[in-house]
């Protein structure tokens, strides 16, 4: 069965460091998004993607996080200077239509120092 | 914010007893989905229920949505230790593309 797959699995990072977190969304799905968990906290909303542009962005998609699908497999998510409080699970999700359920991914944990 | 909020944030239960959990939200939805997370794991997707239909079934999971309370239920009959993880419900709304807000989730426990 298709899958969403992401990587790393787990990243450690420095303050201030660029992280770039890697996801192959299953491969006929149209629609792609980033989510985080904080530890102990609700999955958030971070941004949505289709027709290789942004749909929607939540408050904490600032100017540091940005997205793009460089080719027709890769969506990526980068943060470009890394807060502590960026530490989390990040998900990313596809679906293939527009009112049909998301299929995440493993999750990368980020874990910034 | 239409986030789903999960009651009662945990559940411990016998193995073969029935799990039942709630989740309220607070907008007009198009559609309300459950999923399952094992610790420190991804989010697995259980059902989804649109906003037309009342009650669904997938297994041993059965759904039920009422819209005009805004609440939505996941029973699950005859639990095994393997359904030991955390549950949340998802609401998506009419928007571009129904992004999903999550509630804070449920936490089950079966006991062996």
């Known amino acids: 069965e298709p899958e969403v797959t992401q990587t790393p699995s787990h990243q450690v990072t420095q303050m201030g460091q660029e992280v770039i977190l890697r996801c192959v969304p299953i491969?006929?799905?149209?629609?792609f998004y980033w989510y985080r968990q904080i530890l102990g906290q609700k999955v958030e909303f971070l941004v949505s993607?289709?027709?290789?542009?942004?749909?929607?962005k939540s408050e904490i998609f600032d100017d540091q996080f940005s997205v793009e699908r460089p080719d027709g497999s890769n969506f990526t998510l980068k943060i470009r200077s890394t807060k502590l409080e960026d530490s989390a699970m990040y998900f990313c999700?596809?679906?293939?239509?527009?009112?049909?359920?998301?299929?995440f991914g493993p999750g990368t944990r980020l874990t910034v120092t | 914010s239409q986030q789903g909020e999960e009651d009662p944030q945990a559940l411990s239960i016998q193995e073969g007893e029935n799990a039942t959990m709630n989740c309220s939200y607070k907008?007009?939805?198009?559609?309300l989905q459950w999923y399952r997370q094992n610790s420190g794991r991804g989010l697995v997707h259980l059902i989804l229920?649109?906003?037309?239909?009342r009650e669904k079934h997938s297994g041993r999971l059965r759904v039920t949505l009422d819209t005009s309370k805004k609440s939505s239920s996941l029973l699950i009959t005859a639990s095994r230790a393997a359904d030991t993880a955390s549950y949340f419900c998802?609401?998506?709304?009419?928007?571009?593309?129904?992004?999903?807000?999550f509630g804070a989730g449920t936490t089950v426990t079966v006991r062996a």
């Open positions: 907008t007009s939805i198009n559609n």
């Open positions: 491969s006929n799905h149209l629609y």
């Open positions: 229920i649109r906003s037309n239909e």
């Open positions: 993607f289709y027709n290789n542009e942004i749909s929607e």
């Open positions: 999700a596809s679906k293939p239509g527009v009112a049909y359920e998301q299929y």
């Open positions: 998802a609401t998506a709304r009419g928007s571009n593309d129904y992004k999903l807000s």
